[in-house]
């Protein structure tokens, strides 16, 4: 059991990583939405999952599984408000030019 808990909060701290790096390297907020809308969702998932496992069967362990279903919900949406605010406001997205 232990050695599921750290490999599913290690692989969740490694998709949080690749997160920030995204974050700080994509050039636009249509690019960095996508990696962190994808990556940040599966890494916090995966070390709420860790933390929960490592709890066992408890309230506190409910209450994570309860912060994990939010997360899976409202990260989304909130990335998709993120990309239309930003095409209203009327920022272009990044193109590769010559």
């Not at 490999?7 to 050039?27: D, E, I, Q, S, W």
């Not at 506190?60 to 279903?69: Q, S």
């Amino acid at each position: 059991m232990t050695i599921l808990v750290w490999a599913c909060v290690a692989v969740g701290l490694f998709f949080l990583a690749v997160a920030a790096v995204g974050m700080l390297r994509l050039p636009d907020v249509y690019t960095r939405s996508h990696a962190l809308g994808v990556t940040d969702t599966l890494g916090a998932s995966l070390v709420l999952i860790g933390l929960a496992f490592h709890q066992g069967f408890t309230l506190t362990a409910g209450r994570i599984l309860v912060i994990l279903l939010l997360l899976l919900f409202l990260n989304p949406v909130i990335s998709h408000a993120t990309v239309r605010a930003a095409l209203r406001v009327g920022l272009k997205p990044w193109t590769k030019e010559p």
